[in-house]
């Protein structure tokens, strides 16, 4: 699938409507909308067309992260999630100042199938459903995949865009909860490592050689 850039100055375009609000039923997170102190969802365009009537210029000042670490405009891609800080000019205009960009998943696929037309993909333990118009599957199981979407209220990520990459290093964004799990994912913290929970949080590092996925985590972002 491929993997759109933004260019400098450009606009981006976020898929958003509701409130802002946080996760509060199973995995979910509750869709995506604007905030009193910013705007969340999915990058959907980098063009002047409008979504919900939400845009937003980026300036070269703007601070931009992926995954938690510095990254540059031109590491955003369609689908990835973002919380963006931005001013709103008179004439209804968002200029950001800040863009947190995360990924859903990083993983290898355990299982592949089909329901109801559509292919579902089984990551880290997680199910993720590819959009509607994925009529073939290229992927195996074993292969490693960036997954990029939202959770919805079962905790199922509804995919924006699902591509392979060599990374070797496990990613998982979402809630954290009091039983050591990140989005249902069990996690061991290394050294130095911090989760708390009830927060939301992107963390990384390298699978357990387990029966069942366990994140040995080594680097932890609440976002």
Same mark, same amino acid.
């Given at each position: ?77 369609? /689908? ?7 001013? @709103? !000019? &008179?004439?209804?205009?968002? %200029?950001? +100042? =800040? ?49 990029? /979407? ?7 990520? @509804? !995919? &924006?865009?699902?591509?392979? %990459?060599? +990374? =070797? ?55």
């Amino acid at each position: 699938m491929n993997r759109d850039r933004l260019t400098r100055r450009s606009t981006l375009t976020l898929l958003a409507g509701s409130a802002l609000t946080l996760p509060t039923h199973g995995w979910g997170q509750g869709g995506s909308g604007i905030g009193g102190t910013g705007i969340y969802g999915l990058i959907e365009g980098f063009s002047s067309i409008w979504v919900n009537d939400v845009r937003i210029e980026i300036p070269n000042t703007a601070t931009i992260t992926l995954n938690g670490r510095p990254a540059s405009e031109s590491e955003l891609s369609l /689908g990835q999630t973002v919380a963006v800080e931005a001013v @709103q !000019a &008179a004439d209804g205009t968002f %200029t950001a +100042s =800040r863009i947190d960009a995360t990924f859903a998943l990083l993983g290898p696929i355990s299982q592949i199938g089909k329901s109801q037309g559509l292919w579902i993909l089984k990551v880290l333990g997680q199910y993720v459903i590819l959009p509607s118009f994925t009529e073939t599957m290229t992927l195996r199981s074993g292969d490693w995949v960036v997954v990029t /979407g939202l959770r919805d209220h079962r905790g199922i990520i @509804q !995919a &924006a865009n699902v591509q392979q %990459t060599t +990374s =070797r290093e496990a990613i998982v964004t979402g809630p954290v909860t009091r039983n050591g799990r990140v989005a249902g994912v069990p996690v061991v913290l290394l050294d130095g490592v911090q989760l708390y929970a009830n927060t939301r949080a992107t963390v990384r590092g390298y699978l357990a050689p387990e029966a069942a996925p366990r994140l040995a985590v080594r680097e932890a972002v609440t976002t």
